[in-house]
């Protein structure tokens, strides 16, 4: 069974860095990627990004990679560095997982992922 637990949530300035921590266990069978979502208050869950825990490939929603960094360990904890916040990065952050041979390319959408962890709250005040 994939498990996925986030932490590193807080709360934080604009224009501060947080680094949020997804650890994942539980991949067996086939190669995955893990995903980072998050869901701001009153709006639908939107992608972050991914990383294919194989080849390490990534993947950044929109400009995000302008501020924000995925990767992972040997572990297969992934992190996700967000520098430069403000107030629209205030969301809670979830992580998920699904193998990789499922999903599409340049996708990130939440309904194609199936394992979800239970997410880490990040707040950011001006």
């Known amino acids: 069974e994939v498990r996925l637990v986030e932490s590193g949530g807080d709360s934080v300035q604009a224009g501060g860095s947080l680094t949020l921590s997804c650890a994942a266990s539980g991949f067996t069978e086939y190669d995955y990627t893990v995903a980072w979502f998050r869901q701001a208050p009153g709006k639908e869950r939107e992608g972050v990004s991914y990383?294919?825990?194989?080849?390490?490939?990534t993947y950044y929603a929109g400009s995000l990679e302008d501020r924000f960094t995925i990767s992972k360990d040997a572990k297969n904890t992934v992190y996700l560095q967000m520098n430069n916040l403000n107030s629209e990065d205030t969301a809670v952050y979830y992580c998920?997982?699904?193998?990789?041979?499922?999903?599409?390319?340049?996708?990130?959408?939440?309904?194609?992922?199936?394992?979800w962890g239970r997410g880490t709250r990040v707040t950011v005040s001006s």
């Open positions: 998920a997982a699904q193998p990789t041979y499922r999903l599409r390319e340049g996708i990130l959408i939440p309904r194609d992922f199936r394992s």
């Open positions: 990383i294919d825990l194989s080849d390490g490939a």
